[in-house]
């Protein structure tokens, strides 16, 4: 088949709004699956993992392509739940487009807002589709309000539905200004077109111009056709929505109901008609490895190779399945290439185009294309892959910080270091999973976004990896820091093998904004300091940081400045500055009042309307602040601030509290005093 085209598009939504539900639905009209896997069965295509199909939830982001018209669609399925964050950051990195899916009850729910304003970070264009237009209490007009308020875009709809609820039969284009209506006896696959009923005429006229007032401002040519009143062509109207989407002045609304099998094959045109293919965009920008300079690469398959592991996926058989994006050239089977991160090279065994957990091979992946490459031994999420005479390093990826964290044993001794194999795996693979062993205890220390973030890897540790475990209670990750400035000298003095080891450092320590980060800055000239001593301090320091100033948890917000040094070209040694850089840095800040951080949360609950009051008062009973309270038709959504550590078991309480109808999502907001400001 001749490729006329190529889209790379993500299809991101709220946890429940029916993401897999539409996805399976394109995977079965494109033809890549011949039946409906249904996520209430346990059999969609792409939640292959087994506890995805246990829970009904997407916990990783599966990537498959499709066809349509011509045109290759790489498709990245990510998750709705808050705490596989992670998931959506790497996918959207590397996404030219996206469909976000709402429903048509719930709206704008919260990690609508988080995955929409991921994709703003990244310059995502999207397209909007209003899902389960047939459920109680669908409301499509509220939620392209919704749209338009909440997320400050300029949603256009280029359909509107026909009937709601019960009664939703199909929709109206209102671009050919006609009706669509689907075959319920073939799952939706032959729909049809008719003209609009003369009792709807009215309302897709106002929507219509509608569409063509908002496209005005962006076309003279279509502008000049409306005010005269003359025919405006489909073609034209697509052309500057396509043009418009791109640049992300306007989001299209299409709608529908992906179970009932009505609304999906338009959406599909929208991706073709759209999204932009990867030579629409403008070169991606990137780092020079040896000059820190930015450099500008055009998106071409005949420029040198350039491509970005988004993902790590292990398999039992083929081990470690590293998922790239190539911006630039193209990379080969068997073939070796640089690793620009690591400084290293690396050997592609074998590329592979993923269809969930399944592959098939592929001689060559070029520019704009998504493959896996198995045969990386080092490569990690973020690492750049090239060629060293063309060393660019495309952006790191950013993480949020796990908050929470759970001790873990094997049941014998002698598995203990087969556990921490599996540990460093899945370290690898999940850029937001972190181990560590208590020097104190031995014990051995797992942290993550959330309880169901580390449930599922202990899970996958105990089901994939068939290693039985023994697992603590989750624990809060707190956080040290500072509440005044403080200068510390430090010296040191040590002799080892009969030769002296001597360094002598002043530290200035101090308290930085909420939020900033950790720094060291030296404000030592060249002369008083050698830069290897320098930067032995600097190790010594930065070392210190993860391992806290009274409690051992990670120190955090603090500024430390090298003030002065003491040298001595006879003993000073880096081992000593290293040693009195970690042991200043101690001592600087036990004199500087040091306070315990906790984690606050970001918690969203929706609730009927009869349950407000409980649930606000079991909010706050819990350390809670309420900061938003926003009505709906069918629920309320209250928004609030809330200690993390009181906020375990949160799910059943609420549950309880609500008859099982209330949902909650919770995601990490800032660290504060614990116990007050």
């Known amino acids: 088949m001749k490729l006329l085209g190529l889209r790379n598009i993500g299809i991101m939504a709220h946890i429940d709004a029916g993401k897999t539900t539409t996805t399976e639905r394109i995977l079965y009209y494109t033809g890549k699956s011949h039946r409906i896997g249904e996520v209430d069965d346990g059999e969609a295509t792409m939640d292959w993992m087994e506890q995805e199909q246990d829970r009904g939830i997407t916990i990783t982001a599966a990537s498959t392509t499709c066809f349509w018209k011509d045109h290759q669609i790489n498709i990245i399925d990510t998750p709705g739940h808050v705490d596989f964050t992670a998931e959506v950051e790497r996918s959207l990195r590397v996404l030219d487009g996206a469909i976000a899916v709402f429903c048509a009850v719930g709206g704008v729910e919260p990690q609508s807002e988080t995955v929409w304003h991921q994709a703003d970070a990244y310059g995502v264009p999207r397209l909007a589709y209003v899902n389960k237009m047939d459920r109680v209490g669908a409301d499509f007009f509220e939620v392209v309000e919704e749209i338009r308020k909440k997320l400050a875009s300029n949603p256009l709809p280029v359909q509107i539905p026909i009937g709601k609820e019960s009664a939703f039969q199909g929709v109206i284009d209102l671009i050919e200004f006609q009706e669509i209506y689907w075959n319920p006896e073939d799952n939706g696959r032959t729909y049809t077109y008719e003209p609009v009923k003369a009792d709807r005429v ?91 300079k930015e450099v500008s690469v055009p998106r071409d398959k005949k420029g040198p190779p350039l491509g ?21 050239g193209s990379f080969r089977n068997g073939t070796t290439v640089y690793n620009i991160n690591k400084k290293k090279r690396e050997r592609i065994n074998r590329l592979v185009r993923m269809h969930a957990n399944r592959f098939e091979p592929m001689d060559v992946l070029e520019a704009g294309d998504i493959g896996a490459v198995i045969g990386f031994k080092l490569a990690q999420t973020g690492d750049t892959i090239g060629s060293e005479g063309f060393p660019i390093l495309l952006e790191r990826m950013h993480f949020p910080e796990p908050v929470i964290s759970v001790s873990i044993e094997p049941k014998t001794l002698s598995e203990r270091a087969r556990l921490l194999e599996i540990l460093q795996l899945l370290e690898r693979e999940d850029p937001t999973f972190f181990k560590r062993e208590n020097q104190e205890t031995g014990e051995i220390i797992i ?15 105990m089901k994939d990896f068939r290693l039985e475990a023994k697992v603590g209670k989750p624990q809060v990750t707190y956080r040290e820091s500072i509440t005044k400035k403080v200068t510390h000298t430090e010296r040191f003095h040590k002799v080892i093998a009969g030769k002296d080891n001597t360094a002598e ?49 990670p120190a955090y917000d603090i500024g430390v400045t090298l003030e002065g040094a003491v040298y001595n070209e006879n003993t000073s040694t880096e081992f000593a500055f290293e040693a009195a850089g970690s042991m200043g840095f101690d001592n600087a800040c036990r004199k500087a009042d040091p306070v315990l951080l906790e984690p606050i949360m970001l918690v969203d609950v929706m609730c009927p309307k009869e349950f407000l009051g409980e649930v606000i008062n079991q909010l706050t009973s819990r350390g809670g602040t309420i900061l938003s309270l926003d009505s709906r038709p069918a629920v309320e959504h209250i928004r609030a601030h809330a200690p993390l550590e009181r906020m375990f078991g949160y799910s059943t309480a609420l549950r309880s509290v609500t008859q099982g109808r209330g949902t909650f999502a919770m995601e990490f907001s800032h660290f504060e005093r614990k116990g007050g400001k």
């Open 202 to 292: 009215p309302e897709a006229t106002l929507w219509r111009d509608h569409l063509l007032d908002g496209l005005s401002h962006f076309s003279d040519e279509l502008t000049e056709l409306y005010l005269e009143g003359k025919p405006i062509p489909p073609d034209l109207i697509r052309k500057v929505i396509r043009r418009e989407t791109i640049s992300r002045r306007i989001v299209p609304v299409f709608c529908g109901s992906s179970l009932k099998n009505m609304g999906v094959q338009p959406l599909l045109d929208g991706v073709v008609y759209y999204l932009p293919a990867p030579d629409d965009l403008p070169p991606i920008v990137g780092h020079h490895a040896n000059k820190e």
């Open 308 to 328: 970005l592991v988004f993902k790590i996926q292990t398999e039992k058989e083929a081990g470690a399945l590293c998922y790239i994006r190539v911006y630039s």
């Open 447 to 461: 942290s993550g976004m959330g309880e169901l973030h580390l449930d599922v890897l202990v899970t996958r540790i």
């Open 505 to 553: 450092i002043t530290l200035t320590v101090e308290p930085l904004e909420r939020g900033t980060g950790n720094r060291f800055v030296n404000a030592l000239k060249k002369e008083v300091l050698p830069e290897n001593l320098v930067e032995a301090v600097e190790r010594g320091v930065t070392g210190a940081f993860s391992s806290g100033i009274l409690y051992g948890y």
